[in-house]
């Protein structure tokens, strides 16, 4: 018997009008008459340092959308691609995660934790919500990148990146189509060894990209937060952070108001205004906690089952693309 999961989900961003097929520990091989969407729930993936835990590769014109939430990523790695953990590649699709926790991810190139590469064209869902990335490549800190997030309308809410070791890019990368934002969220005792943190890359000068009510704790780096099209950033704290160079560039405009800094002047490079400065960190931030790592994992296993839980289950996707799962203890979904 399959355990019994909301839709409600899936629902929340997609339509809810789908047929689905559930799998749980099988391998599984789909052809290419399968289903071109997938919702990935109560999962755990642990040690898996070949080739991650989940690659999806989608080159046709199928609009492949993909879910995943309440589920954990531990030691995943890639030895030889992008994306440590979890690799999405589609033409046509879009990518939603929600609460997600990934300690330890890897990989020898970029995207540490993720690589997620969507439509170009609207729809194109990219989101990180409600989640935490913490200790990325601390195996091999000369990675390049966390998160990257490609093609997209990018939205990320109430995410924590902490204690993440690179070579450049420890938050995230991010190339947008379409107006974007990230808020609430924490990013602390991140190391950069060289370049910048974070990156911001609109495809058109017409493009933002928002920040807001965000923190930014006891971070080193040579550069901090750059942008090459329009940034803002509203209502953030500043504090401890370890910054060799420019604490803000950008090849566009960046506009910072309205937040709390421990210093009395960040050097900037490009065109930055700093307005309004606040005299305290944000009370309103304080209820963001870059140590939370919570995914629910009611299983509900006999005592039997439960001494097997290591065993892997393995689901193959293979359609035109060339898309794997390795899954330890989940539901999957696979919708039409």
Known sequence: MFLSISHKEWDNFYNSSNEYTPYRNESKMLDNSSPNSYYVSLCLFIYLNQTGA??????????????????????????SDKGGSLYISCTKGECIQDRICSFGSNTVTIGAYCYISVSE??????????????????ENPKENSNIDLVND???MKSINISHSKLNYHSFYYVHYNSNSNGTLS???NNTSTEFKQVIHYGSSDSIEFTILFCNYFENKC?????SQF???????NFYKNNVKYNYFSTDGQMQVQ???????????AGLVTITENASSIYP?????????????????????????????????????RNNKFNFLVCIFLSYS
């Open 54 to 79: 989940i690659r999806i590769t989608d080159e046709t014109d199928k609009k492949l959308k993909f879910l995943i939430d309440t589920s954990s990523f531990y030691k995943c790695m890639h030895e």
């Open 284 to 320: 309103e931030n304080h209820h963001l906690n870059s140590g939370l790592c919570y995914a629910e994992l009611k299983l509900g296993f006999s005592e039997e089952k439960k001494t097997k839980t290591e065993e892997k289950a393995e689901i193959i996707v293979n359609n035109k």
């Open 153 to 155: 309308e990018t939205y």
């Open 258 to 268: 309205g937040c709390y800094f421990d210093i009395s002047d960040p050097v900037i």
């Open 222 to 226: 040579e550069n901090f937060i750059d």
């Open 186 to 188: 924490t990013f602390s």
């Open 230 to 236: 329009n940034l803002y950033l509203n209502n953030c």
């Open 121 to 138: 064209e609207y729809p194109f869902k990219n989101y990180l919500l409600d989640s935490t990335i913490t200790s990325s490549g601390e």
